[in-house]
């Protein structure tokens, strides 16, 4: 530094005629002032009203212009009179949002004829968003029907617009009484603040002696700063108002490789800023020279590009700041050379690009392995259990079990991979309902003693304290974790003991559960300690594999517990055995309410149900199809989307079972177009693939699907599925699938749910009464199209297929049978409502 100061030096002027002064300027600009605004406010006061008074009768203006296109449109084209019906439509019921939702109109609102009218108009307008958004051919359709409700919407439109006028001519009214009182406040506190500057006046007198004291202090602190500035390791450079340097300490001189005489007096610009950027230096330079935006300056610590005296460009931050000496401006820029920190952040983040794009590729990897493996296992496994239900003998029954066992074997270890995929992606959620864990240990223990007997291990279990019969859990993990860690039990045990142990405890902060799994097996020893829960560790080098399994179980046992809220621990001793104790956190509860049975036919089978199945395989194909036909079911197949949706739109059948992978088009885009219409667009549609993770499932649902069928399938899983649908079709008291409503409460946030619900409701509330008009009966069934589409999805099926009914029976004018059946449809409505009531209170 050449000595230069960073401070003001004490000003021997008294400042009493710089007061003075200010005290005149201040009187003459507040007359000034005072005087303009009372003219700005003569000329602006009406305008914010006038606008808001113009947007009101434009409404009317637009109500008019919908309502004369509705009016005209059976003139020319149709494709154009249904493309001007939805350009007024678009501006009329932008203009209501704007009213619903500006922040101009937001006092407006509140009035009693805004409040009142506005939500009638919104709603009805929403009630045509369905026809405006639909084809052509819908919305002409229901035109009579858009135009009657728009007529009727006139008088609240008047309502609204006189309501407005009435309102903003009161508000502007209060406005000006509110701006002149405030013009007499501002007059009183210029008074005041008169004779605050008077008092300033006599304290400035006394602050100027004061000065003089402080300005040999002053000079001694500058010191001292100077000192500091020159043994910082951040770079200072210090330029004036033109940008031209004064100075620069010893750090700046290092870092950018300059003497500081040598640059004394030359522009920043020429000297530290790189080529590309020196002409945005120059026009900002220039900005603030001329009283525009400071970008930089007091902005904080900012990252850019310089460059060295050898022409090097490097990294740096830089923070920049102005400061007043001699009445002059001056700038102080304090930088940093961060070359070595942005080498540094390159290599993290190349570092974790890798580990992330390693963990993807791993993930990726084996879901589509798992995938690839699943699909062809569907036709093994399927054929094989096709084949255990033919005449065959007893060589060729134990052959065929042989490959069962094999394929559910290789079907585990695929299922343990996905449970990988599943929690490492982070889609793995819980699903809590009431468990009862001595009846699940007692099922796990019965499953394993088959497994148990053959190494001549014993099995068993026991409660500690008080047996407790139901908690909040989620079963299938706790399941999974469970039969992963007996399993592993009894593979390392033999002529030995299995025991399981479990016990509730409550604590202050609530239940804990435990369940000990401790076996009299080898054991596990110190150096194995560490890996145990590491995939693919089987600590079984030997070359009979007198342990074989993938080495996944108890890393998939342990990430469920994570998942749950737990942990699990370990204990062992070589040749004396190993403990694992599951801990989790659960919550009391009751039990769960039994469901109900459907009744059987004659014989324990099943009705037989019309079932179009659709797959691109062929092998898949005929699996399926001869599984369904075992059970008795009438099979229709197709091996594309497009057949499928063809065949489905030309009769209704009682379920469909669609793949998800197919050429061309997808199952999610074939059930999209099969919901759309045609004789099927309400039956329960069924995903079939290999991909079963959750965030799949929600893909699927969300589509339109009833539920899912994992692949490869088993006739279980089909008998269950078609289980489900015959309980749904029970019409005596069963008007709500409470399963479906279930599904989406799994996958859509409650309130969603809670609001499509009430759409729904407030549908065929406006439908029951909309229906008493059969003058024209193509409307209806539009509406009943519609309306019986969102029942559908939302679990009323009964009332859906009514309304499928009328539907057909509006489309032929058979108005008579139309009335016939609106008793019935009340009926099935106020018990759906019943059920719906129900169901939302146990949601909450």
């Given amino acids: 530094m050449d000595g230069r100061t960073l401070n003001s030096k004490p000003s021997s002027r008294f400042p009493f005629i710089g007061v003075f002064v200010a005290l005149v300027v201040f009187v003459v600009l507040t007359g000034f002032v005072g ?21 009101l009768s434009q409404s009317e203006v637009e109500y008019l212009r919908f309502l004369d296109a509705l009016s005209n449109s059976d003139i020319g084209d149709p494709a154009e009179a249904a493309e001007r019906i939805r350009l007024r439509f678009d501006l009329l019921y932008s203009r209501i949002d704007l009213f619903q939702q500006g922040q101009l109109f937001a006092l407006f609102r509140d009035v009693s004829s805004a409040s009142a009218t506005l939500p009638l108009i919104r709603n009805t307008l929403d009630g045509f968003i369905p026809y405006m958004d639909g084809s052509d051919a819908v919305l002409l359709r229901a035109v009579p029907q858009i135009k009657l409700q728009t007529q009727s919407l006139q008088n609240d439109l008047r309502v609204l617009a006189l ?66 500035l020159e043994t910082s390791l951040d770079g200072v450079i210090v330029t004036n108002k033109r940008g031209e340097i004064l100075t620069l300490n010893p750090a700046a001189e290092h870092i950018f490789g300059f003497h500081a005489d040598d640059v004394h007096g030359v522009p920043i610009g020429d000297v530290i800023v790189p080529d590309h950027l020196r002409q945005a230096h120059r026009d900002g330079m220039a900005r603030m020279q001329a009283g525009g935006e400071r970008r930089v300056i007091g902005k904080g610590r900012v990252q ?36 070595q920190a942005k080498a540094d952040e390159k290599e993290l983040i190349k570092a974790r690009d890798q580990a992330l794009a390693g963990e993807k590729a791993k993930t990726d990897f084996l879901a589509v392995m798992s995938h690839e493996i ?57 699903r809590k309902e009431p468990v009862n864990p001595g009846r699940l240990i007692q099922n796990i223990i019965d499953a394993q003693s088959g497994a148990a007997a053959e190494r001549g291990n014993a099995i068993e279990w026991s409660w500690t304290g008080d047996a407790q019969d139901w908690i909040l859990s989620d079963e299938h993990k706790l399941e999974q974790i469970l039969l992963n860690l007996v399993g592993n039990a009894i593979k390392f045990t033999r002529d030995g003991l299995v025991k399981l142990d479990a016990r509730l405890e409550d604590h202050a902060e609530g239940s804990t559960l435990t369940i000990s799994v401790q076996d009299t097996g080898i054991g596990i020893t110190k150096d194995q300690m ?23 179980g108890l890393g998939i046992a342990q990430r469920f517990a994570r998942v749950l809220g737990g942990s699990i621990e370990v204990q062992s001793a070589v040749g004396v055995g190993s403990r694992f104790d599951v801990i989790l956190p659960v919550t009391r509860t009751q039990a ?13 089978m099943l009705p037989a149900l019309d079932i179009l199945v659709v797959d691109d395989n062929q092998i898949n ?29 030309q009769r209704m059948f009682d379920v469909i079972l669609m793949d998800i992978s197919m050429p061309e088009m997808d199952g999610l885009a074939a059930t999209r177009r099969i919901r759309e219409t045609g004789f099927s667009a309400t039956v329960p ?7 079963v993770f959750p965030e799949d499932t929600r893909t699927y649902l969300e589509a339109g699907m009833t539920g899912v069928l994992g692949k490869p399938l088993t006739f279980e899983a089909l008998r269950n599925a078609i289980l489900g649908i015959v309980e749904e079709s029970e019409l005596n008291s069963d008007f709500l699938s409470e399963t479906q409503l279930e599904q989406l409460a799994n996958t859509l946030p409650r309130e969603a749910l809670r609001k499509l619900i009430e759409r729904m409701q407030s549908d065929v509330s406006a439908f029951l009464n909309d229906i008493k008009d059969l003058n024209d009966p193509a409307s209806r069934a539009v509406q009943a199209h519609n309306v019986a589409g969102s029942a559908a999805m939302l679990g009323a099926q009964r009332l859906g297929v009514l309304l499928n009914q009328i539907e057909t029976l509006c489309e032929q004018g058979r108005v008579k049978d139309v009335s016939d059946a609106l008793p019935e449809l009340r009926t099935c409505w106020e018990n759906t409502q019943d059920g719906l009531k129900a169901w939302l209170s146990r949601l909450t």
């Fill in 592 to 604: 769960r309410l039994a469901k109900s049975q459907p009744e059987e036919t004659a014989g324990g």
């Fill in 163 to 228: 309501g407005g006028v009435e309102f903003f001519a009161r508000q502007s009214d209060n406005r000006r009484g509110e701006v002149s009182s405030t013009l007499a406040h501002l007059i009183n506190l210029t008074g005041a603040m008169l004779l605050v500057m008077g008092g300033l006046s006599v304290g400035l007198f006394h602050l100027n002696i004061q000065r003089r004291r402080q300005g040999a202090q002053l000079i001694e602190i500058n010191s001292r700063l100077q000192g500091i």
């Fill in 530 to 552: 560490d890996k145990v829960f590491d995939d693919f560790q089987t600590f079984d080098a030997s070359l009979d594999r007198s342990a074989p399994g993938t080495g996944l």
């Fill in 304 to 339: 850019l590009e310089a460059c060295r005296h050898d022409g090097e460009i490097f990294p740096i931050e830089m923070a920049l700041s102005s400061i007043r000496e001699d009445g002059d401006e001056i700038f102080v820029a304090f930088l940093r050379d961060i070359s």
């Fill in 35 to 55: 005087r303009e605004v009372f003219g700005e406010l003569e000329k602006l006061k009406s305008a914010r009203t006038d606008n808001v008074e113009w947007a």
């Fill in 685 to 691: 549609i069924f995903a079939v693939s290999a991909n």
């Fill in 621 to 649: 194909l005929d699996v399926m199809a001869a599984m369904l036909e075992h059970e008795g079911h009438h099979v229709t197949c197709r091996d594309n989307a497009h057949d499928a949706i063809t065949t489905a739109a």
């Fill in 374 to 430: 699943r699909t062809p296992l569907n036709g093994i496994l399927g054929t094989l259990q096709l084949m255990f239900r033919e005449d065959i003998n007893a060589r060729q029954r134990k052959m065929l079990k042989n490959m069962d066992i094999s394929g559910q074997l290789l079907l585990r270890h695929v299922n343990a991979i996905l449970d990988i995929v599943s929690t490492e992606g982070g889609a793995d959620k819980t």
